[in-house]
């Protein structure tokens, strides 16, 4: 079974930024186009970024000029990386094919105070 193991989430001031990390055991990595996801409470999953296996990306619009996307395709991981926070950011974040597959890891906590 596919393991997706987020990391790097954690508490920080509007403003600052964190750093996201996903490691997976997704066969044939390099090939597969990979996302970024969030789930803040109350809210439905959403996508917040994209990547091609070539490195195009695509950012939601909440998102876009303070995120950034990219991987690793050596060592089969993906990273986000997140500058100029908003509280609106906070949520669980989660890494997974794009589109996703159904299995989901258990992502981390991103949150962001006031």
């Known amino acids: 079974q596919v393991q997706l193991v987020e990391s790097g989430g954690g508490l920080v001031q509007a403003g600052g930024s964190l750093r996201l990390s996903c490691a997976t055991s997704i066969n044939a990595y390099s090939l597969t186009a990979m996302g970024w996801y969030r789930q803040a409470p109350g809210k439905q999953r959403e996508l917040v970024a994209s990547i091609t296996r070539i490195g195009s990306t695509n950012y939601a619009d909440s998102v876009k000029g303070r995120f950034t996307i990219s991987r690793d395709n050596a060592n089969n991981t993906l990273y986000l990386q997140m500058n100029n926070l908003k509280p609106e950011d906070t949520a669980v974040y989660y890494c997974?094919?794009?589109?996703?597959?159904?299995?989901w890891g258990q992502g981390t906590q991103v949150t962001v105070s006031s």
């Open positions: 997974n094919t794009y589109p996703s597959r159904p299995n």
